[in-house]
Every structure is written in structure tokens, then in C-alpha cells.
């Protein structure tokens, strides 16, 4: 992600200038950048974060959570939506002390995630998210891999599509997820059966011909 930015940057800049430029970019560097939020704690307070799993380190709730039938990302950024949240499930959650602010809610999160377990087990995560679109509180389901290819907005977007193999069999693929106006991609072949360009690539690299090959595949060497 870091090296295709800086490319188009360097290309800009070329473009306006007619100069090239040497791109440096580290494995390390770009992870090291990636730490956003936990890095930029640390380097202000110098104290270590703890181990969170998938809760967010400085808000809450902002976690996975169980629901009647599956699990939901539950992403409450502030205290109004705290208190959507808290309407919207019948719960006067945000009148405790311990969860009326953020800041509180984090101290407490380990209270707050045990009050908020069996108030989610109570609906299908189907039902969460309805309530909670409804109240405009960010939340969205944690789905298998059978649900997101059947997700109405997935199909839409075309997300999946097929191609047919040399042997005639239709496979599905996951597309390009790029859409581009002037140049769109597209998919030109499908993916090669086991052994169907080797005499090909053997010809192109080597200058074999088929005698050559037949005779490399009678030996198995290929």
C-alpha cells in the first residue's frame, strides 16, 4: 500500500517535473507505520498496551460480540451513540457511572463487556443489525464465507464472477475489485488446468518442440 502511494506520488512528480526519483520502502517501515493508533499511544505515554483481541484499545464498546446465532462487531465511537445504543436495546446502560462516558467505559471494560453479553444473546445478529442501523449506531455482522457470497450487496457489486476452464467447467473467482470508467478490468482467461502450458512455457524458454516434450513427459522428467 505505502510503495503503490509513493509510485503514483514519484509519477506526479515526474510528470510536472520531468525528474525520476529512488522509492526506499521497508517491510518494516511500513508496518511500523501501520500501528496507527497503539504506536501513536505508546510514543506519547510510554506505556505498553495489553493484549485486547478484537476490542479497540481506546474506546468501548468497540468489539465482537456474541449474539443468539452468531457474532457482531459492535463500533460505538462516542457517547451519543452509546446512548442510541443503550435506547435501542432497552437498557439504561448509560446511566451507570462506569459507562456514561467513554473514558469510563474503557476503565470499566471489562464490566461493561460482561453487562453487555447476555443483552446481546438475547436477538440473532439479523435483528441486531436492523435495531441498530435503525438508531444509526455502526455496528455489521461477522459472516461466514457461505453468508458474504450471498450478501444482496456483494452480488450487486459483482463481486464473484465465472470463467470456463479449458476442460469446458465453469469456476467462480473473485473479481477485480477495482471499477474504472476508461479502463476496467478484465478477466481474459481462466485459471490453467495442472500440466496445461508446459509445453508452451518448455517451447518459449527452451525451444522445444512437441517430439521434445513428449518424449521429456514419456520420462517423466516433466
Known amino acids: 500500500m505505502y510503495a503503490l502511494s509513493a509510485i503514483l506520488a514519484a509519477l506526479r512528480h515526474a510528470e510536472r517535473t520531468g525528474v525520476g526519483q529512488h522509492i526506499d520502502a521497508s517491510l518494516l517501515d511500513s508496518q511500523i507505520a501501520t500501528l496507527a493508533n497503539l504506536g501513536a499511544s505508546y510514543l506519547v505515554s510510554g506505556e505498553k498496551p ?36 443503550c435506547t435501542a436495546c432497552g437498557e439504561a446502560l448509560a446511566d451507570d457511572p462506569r459507562f456514561a462516558t467513554n473514558e469510563a467505559r474503557v476503565i470499566h471494560r471489562a464490566d461493561l463487556t460482561a453487562a453487555l453479553k447476555p ?54 473467482l473473485a473479481a477485480n475489485p477495482l471499477r474504472m470508467s476508461a479502463t476496467p478490468p478484465r478477466t481474459t482467461r481462466a485459471p490453467p488446468l495442472l500440466g496445461q502450458d ?21 520420462a517423466k522428467i516433466v
Open 198 to 218: 508446459t509445453d508452451s512455457v518448455l517451447s518459449e524458454l527452451l525451444g522445444a518442440d512437441a517430439a521434445q516434450c513428449a518424449a521429456w513427459r514419456a
Open 119 to 172: 443483552i446481546m444473546e438475547k436477538r440473532t445478529t439479523a435483528e441486531w443489525v436492523a435495531a441498530l442501523e435503525a438508531a444509526e449506531v455502526p455496528c455489521g455482522p461477522i459472516n461466514t464465507l457461505d453468508q458474504v457470497y450471498a450478501d444482496p450487496h456483494v452480488i450487486a457489486r459483482g463481486a464473484v464472477e465465472s470463467v470456463t476452464r479449458a476442460d469446458g467447467a465453469r469456476v467462480r
Open 50 to 85: 495489553v493484549r485486547l483481541g478484537n476490542q479497540h484499545a481506546s474506546i468501548a464498546p468497540y468489539q465482537v460480540l456474541a449474539t443468539k446465532d452468531g457474532h457482531i462487531i459492535l463500533a460505538v465511537g462516542n457517547d451519543g451513540q452509546f446512548r442510541d445504543f
